[in-house]
């Protein structure tokens, strides 16, 4: 297959910038052919670093990729069947921040007043997450703690409606927001008066189970505060894990130092001795 003059051209131009900066496997090519190994043994020592576990790190809910699959094409096959743009976003709030306000409000006004009185209108009901879709997983950490404390603090018995998290796998954003004619729908919430919410019922009670349909995403610790039953506290549980770090830490932090000034002097010296020749 003969090659294009722009791909010539690209290739060639590829090649003189790995000619210019000697990067991957290049370095390390020129590395093995000069001599240098990186990779000096240092005496080192066993160590057991302690881990404590914190209840506050709250895992994502895991579902299965085939199910996480097909629930996240219903959804859109729901949100796709109604025409009229303002009745598909009806019940539906779109948006990390949006989202993220909302149900914090929904817990203000519950500890503002103090009252366990069930509540009436339309409720948050099914968070759907693009989890795999985010590029900082920092940006999403702390769904599943607003979700558990909204359930704590607003869906504290049988009688409330609780929030089921349903995270999504990579591509799943894409879906939405072209259903939904936004720019981007990282996190979907649905509530109890959504025509997709009423129709997707079954289908996620199937996937992840009646209980858990029922009693949304939870923290054990956080229903044990909301509550006014007295708890024993927990066990403190911590782990050890095995690892080696350098007799002499000192000594070792100057041999890395040392060895990366001579490995970048030899590779100034190489890129200069390659320049000369061409």
Known sequence: MRRTAAQTHAKQHTQRHRAKVAGGKDAQLVAK?????????????AVFRPILTSPFALQWPRIAKPDAEMLLHALVEQLTQVPDSQSRIHGVSVGLNIVTKLLESHIDS??????????????????????????SPALL????????????????????????????APG???????????RRASVILMHTDAQASIALEHRI?????????TR???????????????????????????????????????????????????RKQILTNRRATT
């Not at 519950?110 to 590029?135: I, M, Y």
């Not at 799943?172 to 936004?182: P, Q």
């Open 110 to 135: 519950k500890r503002e007043s103090g009252t366990e009185t069930k509540a009436t209108g339309a409720q948050p009901r099914f968070l759907f997450v693009c989890e795999g879709d985010s590029l």
């Open 216 to 266: 949304g995403f939870r923290a054990k610790w956080l229903d044990q505060c909301s509550s006014a039953q007295k708890h024993t506290l927990q066990p403190v549980h911590i782990k050890h894990v095995a690892s080696s770090t350098p007799i002499n830490l000192a000594e070792s932090k100057q041999k890395k130092k040392q060895s990366r000034k001579e490995h970048h002097r030899q």
């Open 172 to 182: 799943a954003e894409l879906l939405l927001s072209t259903a939904l004619h936004v």
């Open 33 to 45: 052919a000069i001599g240098i190994d990186r990779k000096e043994s240092v005496a080192k020592r």
């Open 141 to 168: 950490a702390h769904i599943p703690m607003l979700v558990a404390s909204y359930n704590a603090m607003c869906a504290p018995t049988a009688e409330n409606i609780p929030v089921v998290l349903i995270p999504f």
């Open 205 to 213: 009670g199937a996937v992840i189970g009646t209980e858990m349909l």
